[in-house]
């Protein structure tokens, strides 16, 4: 049993991560989605109140509410899998919540680009990297997620891959981590 958990500033390529996961079987849950869930259950659209509820169940539920919330579709995805990728770990906390429950079946990776790549990404994606529309800017997004602790948790991560390469290359390392493990990233990050 594994559990790969991807940690990342927004841009960096979790979802990209994810599709590969997804391409080889492997289930993915994606922290996410809890938090559009609540979003629909408070009757909020979740594409505006994303990071507006995300905030709220960590303050109505402690730090790692979403995590909390994570666990049971993660525990029940590995009754019939050996891996398990999660997408979207935000905070230290998260990380504490998943090592204990896992162990050292729990590797933490950490996906790393550079603020320009990752906002020309976002606006590719037709995501607004500046707030010019009334959105969310990237800066205020980072400041947002890294206010959740996810800076320490991508200093904690087992390892880091660059995704600073073509899409190609960057689902090549991811692909390794996948189906080799984490030892096999030692030369190929």
């Known amino acids: 049993m594994t559990v790969i958990g991807i940690v990342g500033l927004p841009g960096s390529g979790k979802s990209e991560a994810a599709a590969v996961a997804a391409d080889l079987d492997i289930p993915v849950v994606t922290m996410g989605d809890v938090i559009r869930a609540e979003c629909r259950d408070r009757g909020l659209d979740p594409a505006t109140h994303h990071g507006e509820v995300a905030t709220a169940l960590r303050e109505e539920n402690g730090p790692g509410a979403i995590a909390e919330r994570s666990l049971p579709v993660i525990e029940s995805e590995l009754e ?110």
Request: net charge negative; no cysteine; charged share 35%.
């Open 80 to 189: 019939t899998a050996e891996t398990v990728l999660v997408d979207g770990i935000r905070s230290d906390t998260e990380v504490d919540r998943f090592e204990d429950a896992f162990g050292a079946d729990f590797v933490l990776v950490s996906i790393e680009a550079p603020f320009e790549e990752r906002a020309e990404r976002l606006d590719l994606r037709g995501r607004d990297a500046s707030a010019e529309d009334g959105g969310e800017s990237l800066e205020d997004r980072d400041e947002r997620e890294l206010g959740f602790g996810m800076g320490e948790a991508m200093e904690r991560a087992d390892l880091t891959i660059e995704n600073t390469d073509s899409l190609a290359a960057f689902h090549d390392r991811v692909r390794t981590l996948l189906t080799e493990g984490p030892t096999a990233m030692t030369d190929n990050q």
